[in-house]
């Protein structure tokens, strides 16, 4: 097949391009930065010559969006937001006037939408989407407000010979530099990964090579269609969390942090206590009902086996990665 993907530069599509180039498919990334062998320029706002690069493919899986690991001032809000709108409604627009449309557009989006909560998980069909919930910060809904506008936009496309996936995807957690499980074990290898706030948020994950699995899984399920949650199965507190990835590392403490001090400590990071904060218990309901096996369900053995390929400098991952 031949699968474009926009925004695909990152972590998550670093780990997509890799599993999808490894399986035989023709991938074609779309950036905004000079591009190099297998990638087409494009600013995720307007159209262009890459358009000729979705005409005629068979899949495309937009990526594109600011990264939400920053300070959340407003122009960095605004940026995530038109980001993420501005280059969805594009790639709809080119797909809509496409001779030879690819039969199938999953669209990221987030597991963010949902609402902070401890009581119960959000599935697709009974969770709460997020935005009005008492007692957290008020700017806590921008993040909600993106997500939404993200997939309306995706919605509204005029693609009719196209089905449409809304990716609701929790944390990727892949081996490689610079994501979000190197920075997590950045914090656990220096003694500073114990709970935060009293460790009781919830947190959503899943594993590089589900995110993979599921994608393909998508891709080939023609009766799919909408927002699915990317997820595995058994969120877990962060206390419980931290623990087993420092069970993983072999790191027998992990000194807690305060509210306050995870507030000093985002802002050294220039990141935002949201992403540590907000209790996300997603749950992959959809998935699950479709007939999908998880080979990582439980975070206990899914960090185990990523901890095993970063120590091997093997992202790609080996024989084990089949292991459920």
């Given at each position: 097949m031949k699968i474009v993907i926009p925004g695909g530069t990152g972590q998550v599509g670093t780990v997509l391009n890799r599993a999808l180039t490894a399986a035989g498919h023709e991938v074609v990334v779309l950036t905004r930065r000079s591009a190099g062998p297998g990638e087409v320029h494009w600013d995720g706002r307007t159209p262009g010559p890459w358009t000729e690069?979705?005409?005629?493919?068979?899949?495309?899986?937009?990526?594109?969006?600011?990264?939400?690991?920053?300070?959340?001032?407003?122009?960095?809000?605004q940026e995530m937001r038109d980001s993420r709108v501005l280059s969805t409604r594009v790639v709809g627009e080119a797909i809509g006037a496409a001779a030879r449309p690819p039969r199938v557009w999953l669209q990221m989006s987030t597991a963010t939408?949902?609402?902070?909560?401890?009581?119960?998980?959000?599935?697709?069909?009974?969770?709460?989407?997020?935005?009005?919930?008492?007692?957290?910060?008020?700017?806590?809904?921008?993040?909600?407000?993106?997500?939404?506008?993200?997939?309306?936009?995706?919605?509204?496309?005029?693609?009719?010979?196209?089905?449409?996936?809304?990716?609701?995807?929790?944390?990727?957690?892949?081996?490689?530099?610079g994501g979000v499980f190197d920075v997590l074990s950045w914090l656990a290898r220096l003694g500073l990964g114990g709970p935060v706030a009293g460790g009781a948020q919830y947190v959503s994950w899943i594993h590089d090579r589900d995110f993979v699995r599921a994608v393909e899984f998508l891709v080939d399920r023609d009766d799919l269609a909408g927002p699915v949650n990317l997820a595995a199965p058994e969120p877990l507190p962060h206390r419980a969390f931290m623990r087993a990835l420092r069970a993983a590392w072999r790191v027998p403490v992990g000194l807690p942090a305060t509210r306050w001090m995870a507030e000093a400590g985002a802002l050294a990071l220039r990141s935002d206590t949201e992403l540590l904060l907000k209790s996300r218990r997603v749950t992959p309901g959809r998935l699950l009902e479709a007939g999908f096996a998880f080979a990582y369900p439980r975070w206990p053995e899914a960090a185990r086996d990523l901890v095993r390929r970063r120590r091997t400098g093997s992202p790609k991952g080996g024989p084990a990665d089949s292991a459920a």
């Open positions: 690069a979705i005409d005629g493919s068979d899949v495309v899986v937009n990526l594109a969006g600011r990264s939400v690991n920053c300070r959340y001032t407003a122009a960095n809000l939408v949902y609402a902070h909560r401890f009581d119960a998980p959000n599935d697709e069909g009974t969770g709460v989407i997020g935005g009005s919930e008492p007692a957290v910060p008020g700017y806590w809904s921008f993040s909600v407000d993106i997500a939404r506008a993200w997939e309306r936009e995706q919605e509204r496309a005029g693609t009719p010979h196209t089905r449409k996936v809304a990716l609701r995807s929790a944390m990727v957690m892949s081996p490689d530099r």
